[in-house]
């Protein structure tokens, strides 16, 4: 059986602001992948909105997809900031410290405007650096279904760093 756990919590903020109207970050750690949805604060930051998702080492494409396609769903603009963000993230996979939770995790960013998809895989810089995007590595579908979003999402972890 997969383990789907699919909640709205707070989280942490994303320092990378793209220019798009849904965003969501999908990390992988201990086999496990994270899906979070994020929306844009006044000012112009992301940060994490509630919508938060954890999937089982032996989820489908079709599972992957349908829950980064929700928190795209999720996702919005002009929110007020939250502060703590990174506390129900961490309460929610057993760690204490952001550090702790950087450490072994995978990060691919997924942007839609639209029909287009933009996945970015990430840089995993550490607890003071977080995940920058490697834009060199974008990979950009159209109108995918969910098991090719899934897919692509999928392959994009091996081209993160």
């Known amino acids: 059986m997969v383990a789907v756990s699919c909640s709205r919590i707070e989280g942490h ?22 899906v979070a949805s994020y929306s844009q604060t006044i000012p112009g930051f992301w940060q994490m909105n509630g919508w938060l998702c954890r999937l089982g080492s032996d989820s489908s494409d079709e599972a992957i997809g349908a829950a980064v396609e929700e928190a795209l769903e999720a996702s919005e603009t002009g929110v007020e900031r939250r502060s ?15 550090g702790a939770y950087m450490r072994g995790t995978r990060s691919v960013g997924v942007m839609r405007d639209g029909e287009a998809v933009t996945i970015e895989p990430k840089r995993n810089e550490g607890a003071r650096g977080g995940f920058s995007p490697l834009p060199d590595r974008v990979e950009v579908i ?3 279904s969910r098991a090719e979003l899934g897919n692509a999402v999928r392959r994009a972890f091996d081209r993160t760093l």
């Open 142 to 144: 159209h109108a995918p």
């Open 13 to 34: 903020v994303v320092r990378h602001t793209p220019s798009v109207s849904e965003n969501v970050n999908v990390d992988q750690r201990g086999g496990e992948w994270f």
């Open 84 to 98: 703590n963000a990174a506390a129900p993230l961490l309460e929610m996979v057993g760690l204490r410290t952001f």
